[in-house]
């Protein structure tokens, strides 16, 4: 069986020593749990995952599901997955006793779904979509759809899906179309399609939940009038399950994560569709937004365990492969070496060690926040929610964007080989290809940064940022050894405050489009701002315990490791700060549209 393609002792390492899981058991909530329980899911995981996931990845990117008159066939493994997972209590896990969960922290879970995304990442999209609908709904619907969906969800009998894009929305989804016509029992029937439905349709089990978001009919324009509903795709009637007018009338041929159907839906074809409305109308999209949000750390998370898959599997190969021989002293008398000792493979390697760690840092970052927002009260609650609303657009972009890059430097690493089918680089490169797209494209997440949250609140969040990084800063600045990276970072946070100082004065002046024009650099310099925040703070632990007794020699090298990377980080890529920060500072408008187009 194929070995695992991350770092449990990494794992642990975020989890136990710099983010200290363990502190949230003192809360009543998790009290019931302690390094036994969450260890234990965590091998749960790694056991499906090594039982019915890794072993079917290649095998499913070859067969990927078939829409034949109407009806979805995924994979059988998909089924068999599907069944262990929801079997093992891992799909209801993180929610309320209540609803038969455990409630373990999202940050464990968080975990969890790492260990399973680095194995199948087209799988895990199944029972992530099923989490999202049940925890939406415990939300913001009736204690009857709750009670009606919700267990069925979490027991693994139905699953769930998130119906947003249409033709015409994707980006904008304030120019949704599909219409819900109020009913005399107070229901409303459904019509209109959606597109590029992730696990749309399928014969896994025998009813699937839509969240569709649409318009009832006469509702204002814009976001106001987009409501939320809840289409089964079977009507549950009595014990029986009969048609609610839900069609598959496409299915497309992806370029990746080729295991989850992406399904173009009708629904009400024959006007026999009905919905339910999820809390009260217009509201929709602000109760979609949790589960997007939810998801979008979820994505950032995506990126990140697939460029785990490809830097273990491209250090294996660099350890394996022999190529050439060093400049010094090269002589054709000497064998070739193994192609990890030449510096451009090494920097490849790093490149790749750096964003997975350093991003999956950051992520856990953001779940640990989402954890202590459930626990805390009042003002204290609120500044975790502002700090998610912050953070997340960044963890999503820098997951994605980069996880793209760190893939793509791993098949680099494999040369002509990872072009091929013979390793899994090329798979991993197409499946990680989406994570920019979906859930909000990177173009809309920075806008959403920029516009939402720094112009938006006039940069209040980014104070209570700045506050979270400044105690890392200075944990760090009590150690000679990274006092220099703990300076260095706090420099870079000045700059990012002078730069956003001149965004916020040239906001008031009624230029929108121009002072948004380059959010994507401005999200680009923030994401290594704030990576490099979590390599200080891994940085700080690794140096701890470098300084206390120890005489085992893996784990001192793994503190080592932990060090050589932060400095790769900050030399590497914090180093292109200077470049963002100089574009950002230059006035010369280039992408704003004028009267005469030059793009030509
Ligand atoms: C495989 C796959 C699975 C998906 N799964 C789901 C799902 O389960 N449920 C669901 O509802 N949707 C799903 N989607 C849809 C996905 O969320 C959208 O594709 C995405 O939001 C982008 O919308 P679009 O494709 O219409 O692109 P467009 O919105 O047309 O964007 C095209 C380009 O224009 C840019 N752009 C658009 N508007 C602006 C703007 N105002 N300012 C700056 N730049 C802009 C974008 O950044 C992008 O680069 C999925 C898509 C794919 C490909």
């Not at 710099?18 to 009290?31: G, I, N």
């Not at 972009?397 to 893939?407: D, F, I, P, Q, R």
């Not at 002072?515 to 704030?530: G, H, P």
Request: glycine share 8%; aromatic share 10%; net charge negative.
């Amino acid at each position: 069986m194929s070995a695992p393609l991350y770092s449990r002792r990494n794992l642990h390492f975020m989890l136990y020593e710099v983010f200290d899981v363990l502190s949230l058991t003192k809360h009543s909530y998790f009290a019931a749990h302690d390094s036994e329980s969450f260890n234990m899911v965590l091998d749960t995981a790694e056991g499906i995952a090594a039982k019915a996931m890794r072993p079917y990845l290649k095998e499913c990117d070859l067969h990927p599901p078939q829409l034949e008159d109407g009806n979805v066939k995924v994979h059988p493994a998909v089924h068999g997955y599907y069944r262990l997972f929801s079997e093992s209590g891992l799909l209801a896990a993180g929610f309320d006793e209540q609803y038969g969960g455990q409630q373990i922290p999202k940050t464990i879970y968080a975990a969890t779904d790492f260990i399973i995304g680095n194995a199948h990442n087209g799988f895990e999209m199944f029972t992530s979509l099923s989490i999202g609908v049940a925890r939406l709904l415990i939300s913001f619907a009736s204690p009857q759809l709750v009670n009606e969906y919700v267990p069925k969800i979490l027991s693994g009998a139905f699953t769930g899906t998130m119906c947003l894009t249409e033709t015409q929305a994707g980006s904008s989804l304030s120019d949704i179309a599909t219409t819900a016509y109020r009913q005399q029992e107070g229901n409303y029937k459904i019509k209109g399609q959606k597109i590029f439905i992730s696990a749309g349709d399928h014969n896994i089990t025998k009813n699937i939940i839509h969240l569709v978001l649409a318009r009832i009919e006469g509702a204002v324009k814009g976001v106001k009038g987009i409501s939320l509903f809840v289409v089964p795709k079977k009507r549950i009637v009595g014990s029986d399950l009969v048609t609610n007018d839900v069609h598959s009338i496409g299915i497309y041929h992806k370029m990746g994560q080729r295991s989850t159907p992406a399904m173009h839906l009708e629904f009400g074809a024959n006007n026999d569709c009905i919905g339910h409305l999820v809390g009260e109308e217009g509201k929709g999209l602000a109760y979609m937004f949790q589960m997007m949000n939810a998801a979008r750390l979820g994505v950032g998370l995506g990126g990140t365990f697939i460029a785990s898959a490809a830097y273990y599997a491209s250090l294996q190969y660099a350890r394996e492969r022999p190529q050439g021989r060093r400049p010094d002293g090269k002589t054709m008398n000497e064998p070739p070496v193994t192609i990890i000792h030449h510096p451009d493979v090494r920097r490849m390697l790093l490149l790749q060690k750096t964003f997975v760690e350093g991003s999956l840092s950051f992520l856990l970052q953001c779940f640990k926040y989402v954890d202590l927002e459930k626990i805390s009260d009042d003002d204290e609650k609120q500044r975790y929610t502002d700090l998610l609303e912050l953070l997340t657009p960044v963890a999503k972009t820098y997951g994605s964007e980069m996880g793209l890059v760190a893939v793509n430097n791993g098949l680099q690493v494999l040369g002509g080989y990872g072009y091929t089918e013979d390793f899994m680089l090329e798979q991993l490169a197409r499946d990680v290809r989406i994570m920019s797209l979906y859930e909000g494209t990177t173009g809309i997440q920075s806008l959403a940064l920029l516009g939402r949250q720094v112009i938006g609140n006039n940069g209040t969040t980014l104070e209570y940022w700045k506050d979270e990084v400044m105690k890392d800063i200075e944990a760090a600045q009590g150690y000679s050894n990274i006092q220099c990276y703990a300076d260095w970072l706090l420099n870079e946070v000045e700059e990012f405050s002078k730069i956003t100082h001149n965004v916020l004065a040239a906001a008031t002046k009624s230029k929108k489009e121009i002072v948004l024009s380059d959010a994507n650099l401005y999200m680009e310099m923030f994401a290594l701002i704030n990576i490099a925040w979590q390599w200080v703070k891994q940085g700080v632990v690794a140096q701890l315990k470098l300084n206390e007794f120890n005489d085992n020699p893996d784990e001192t090298k793994f503190y080592k490791s932990k060090l050589h990377s932060m400095k790769f980080f900050f030399h590497y890529e914090l180093i292109k700060t200077k470049a963002l920060s100089a574009r950002l500072r230059d006035h010369e408008v280039l992408t704003v549209i004028q009267d005469e187009d030059l793009i030509m």
